[in-house]
T-cell receptor, first 113, second 114 residues
Framework: AQSVTQPDIHITVSEGASLELRCNYSYGATPYLFWYVQSPGQGLQLLLKYFSGDTLVQGIKGFEAEFKRSQSSFNLRKPSVHWSDAAEYFCAVGDNYGQNFVFGPGTRLSVLP | DAGVIQSPRHEVTEMGQEVTLRCKPISGHNSLFWYRQTMMRGLELLIYFNNNVPIDDSGMPEDRFSAKMPNASFSTLKIQPSEPRDSAVYFC????????????FGQGTRLTVV
């Protein structure tokens, strides 16, 4: 069974600063990896996904993530954070059949003005 | 498409009462998931269906919880009897299924059991 860890529970950055959220996964086969964002009181919105090919994937809102098989990681990055990026971020891994999505515990991002 | 639709958005009930949460997945999606989100436990997968058939219900916390999917456009999650510790936000998500499909989430149902 797959699993996901997000080592950082809460991160605070200043507006305009760069951001990197960490994600490590465990899965026996080629993983399908996702990053979701959740604003307060809202559902989860997909930021980006990786299935195969180029290990650097671009997503919405200026986010990108890099898949590193050797490190079992799929870290999320953004070069310049905006105040509206304050939210909870979840990394998830899916199985090969698209039938089982396991989420990490989430990282809460706070943005200082 | 309107996305995944959940109802009600908020539910307050008394301990011991039956609670039914409803979900309408995105048309054409083959997989449906029920998640529970709490501060203590994060986002937990309760059960998922593929082509209306329950595939894995190992995340269902106990026999008080049951889920059904009578057709491709409707699913329910029932708690009977409800307890205060069931208070959480319950999300439904659907996916095209197969490879390469991500999960699309509804807005969630915030359940409070008093």
């Amino acid at each position: 069974a797959q699993s996901v860890t997000q080592p950082d529970i809460h991160i605070t950055v200043s507006e305009g600063a760069s951001l990197e959220l960490r994600c490590n996964y465990s899965y026996g086969a080629t993983p399908y990896l996702f990053w979701y964002v959740q604003s307060p009181g809202q559902g989860l919105q997909l930021l980006l996904k990786y299935f195969s090919g180029d290990t650097l994937v671009q997503g919405i809102k200026g986010f990108e993530a890099e898949f590193k098989r050797s490190q079992s990681s799929f870290n999320l990055r953004k070069p310049s954070v905006h105040w509206s990026d304050a939210a909870e971020y979840f990394c998830a891994v899916g199985d090969n059949y698209g039938q089982n999505f396991v989420f990490g515990p989430g990282t809460r991002l706070s943005v200082l003005p | 498409d309107a996305g995944v639709i959940q109802s009600p958005r908020h539910e307050v009930t008394e301990m011991g009462q039956e609670v039914t949460l409803r979900c309408k997945p995105i048309s054409g999606h083959n997989s449906l998931f029920w998640y529970r989100q709490t501060m203590m436990r994060g986002l937990e997968l309760l059960i998922y269906f593929n082509n209306n058939v329950p595939i894995d219900d190992s995340g269902m916390p106990e026999d008080r919880f049951s889920a059904k999917m009578p057709n491709a456009s409707f699913s329910t999650l029932k708690i009977q009897p409800s307890e205060p510790r069931d208070s959480a936000v319950y999300f439904c998500a659907s996916s095209p299924g197969g490879v390469r499909g991500e999960a699309f989430f509804g807005q969630g149902t915030r359940l409070t059991v008093v």
